[in-house]
């Protein structure tokens, strides 16, 4: 079993910023990507910025140069530091892990949280 916890949603005004982080934990043999995506009200799911165990990181467009994804010195932990916050920012947002359980034979995993709200407005 595999769990993904987020935290550090809430309220912030236009320009604010807010930090969000992700913990991954379970039976974990070896962690993939870490990822966010958030859906806004009557929309679809949508990448915001994934991390691979590669280095490699991608961008949704609309947060490019706002947003900041890092993988922390704890084991499968991820983080979204988001600055110059817009009210288009307003969604749920969720953490997405993707890896390989232990045991035999070797078996992958995707695993979302549950989502923390992020509200932008005066």
């Known amino acids: 079993q595999v769990q993904v916890v987020e935290s550090g949603g809430g309220l912030a005004q236009p320009g604010g910023s807010l930090r969000l982080s992700c913990a991954a934990s379970g039976n974990i043999f070896s962690m993939a990507t870490m990822g966010w995506y958030r859906q806004a009200p009557g929309k679809e799911r949508d990448l915001v910025a994934v991390s691979t165990n590669g280095g490699r990181i991608i961008y949704a467009d609309s947060v490019k140069g706002r947003f900041t994804i890092s993988r922390g010195n704890a084991r499968n932990t991820v983080y979204l530091q988001m600055n110059s916050l817009k009210p288009e920012d307003t969604a749920v947002y969720y953490c997405?892990?993707?890896?390989?359980?232990?045991?035999?034979?070797?078996?992958?995993?995707?695993?979302w949280g549950q989502g923390t709200l992020v509200t932008v407005s005066s």
């Open positions: 997405k892990a993707a890896g390989i359980v232990t045991g035999s034979p070797a078996r992958n995993f995707e695993v």
